[in-house]
């Protein structure tokens, strides 16, 4: 980013976590684009009374807050859940501002994250099958890989995420035309990366389970439908401290790419080829794999494509 562009607006979505909320928004403000940034901050009401003390201390605490070239607080007055939450308070900064970066509250970014999701976000502004930036790496996993960022198909990531307001048009939360992943092969393997993973069966369930409200793989769907494609650091630029046992998707150990933020220097190397490169497919396929497995699926599945808050069922 070369300083005359406006920088990306950044939404955090929050709830019933204030030191999750706190270490995130901490993590932000270190960033060196920070004083540049306005941040809005979208407080979903509480679902149960047990919740209310810990939305309260997240509102309080973002009153508070300093770093940043503004701070907003939207406090809601009803539970909207997350899905609802994050579709209406996308919807509404990215047609004010064009471009938007999303974050949730167990996210803690690297000090070069909001320059790589602004570089991103202007680089390829112009480029319609680009869909989005994300912080995060699919392919972090401590093998060595020549290129500083990559362009994928795993475009629904809620580990980070910007896009532009054109592409967000887009989006459709019926997920319209869904019908034909099960009635076509071809087209459903395609759906779920050569069937190295399942995401047909989380729309699906999206579509037919009222207890699932999942807004990522809606998104990854209205993407799917374009071709589109996701820019990614090769190294992660976030990592999610929501494994601690205190939200009931996030348990047990983390993965090592969530605690990496190994880069120590700001990415300035990004691909000029508009295309999954053939050994990024071929990467990301073995990786998807690897977290298809049983035990491993349940917590994917409450990471990268979640379903509500955690707290909220």
């Not at 309080?60 to 607080?73: K, S």
Request: glycine fraction near 6%.
């Amino acid at each position: 980013m070369n300083g005359k562009k406006e920088a990306a607006p950044v939404i955090l979505f929050t709830y019933n976590r204030p030191d999750h909320t706190k270490r995130t928004i901490e993590a932000l403000a270190a960033n060196e684009l920070a004083e540049e940034t306005e941040l809005y901050v979208f407080s979903d009401a509480a679902k149960k009374e047990a919740d209310r003390d810990k939305v309260q201390e997240i509102r309080d605490y973002v009153e508070t807050v300093t770093g940043f070239r503004q701070v907003h607080l939207t406090a809601r007055t009803e539970n909207y859940g997350l899905a609802r939450n994050v579709i209406e308070g996308v919807t509404e900064i990215v047609n004010r501002y064009g471009k938007v970066i999303v974050l949730e509250d167990d996210l803690v970014t690297n000090p070069y994250f909001l320059r790589f999701m602004n570089d991103g976000l202007e680089r390829y502004r112009e480029e319609k099958q680009v869909t989005g930036v994300t912080g995060y790496s699919f392919l972090d996993d401590g093998t060595d890989y020549e290129k500083e960022s990559y362009l994928c198909g795993l475009t629904g990531t809620s580990w980070s995420w910007g896009t532009w307001a054109d592409r967000w048009a887009a989006f459709d939360k019926d997920a319209k035309g869904w019908e034909r992943l099960r009635e076509d092969a071809a087209y459903r393997k395609r759906f779920n990366y050569d069937n190295t993973y399942n995401f047909y069966q989380i729309l699906k369930m999206q579509q037919q389970d009222a207890k699932t409200n999942s807004w990522a793989i809606r998104w990854y769907y209205t993407t799917f439908l374009q071709n589109g494609l996701i820019l990614a650091p090769t190294r992660s630029l976030v990592g999610n401290d929501g494994w601690d046992g205190s939200g009931v998707h996030c348990g047990g150990e983390a993965p090592t790419a969530v605690h990496a933020l190994k880069t120590e220097r700001a990415i300035t190397e990004f691909p000029s080829e508009i295309a999954e490169l053939p050994e990024v497919r071929k990467r990301l396929k073995k990786e998807l794999r690897k977290i298809s497995e049983p035990s491993l699926l349940k917590r994917v599945y409450h990471t990268v494509f979640r379903r509500n808050y955690v707290g909220q069922p």
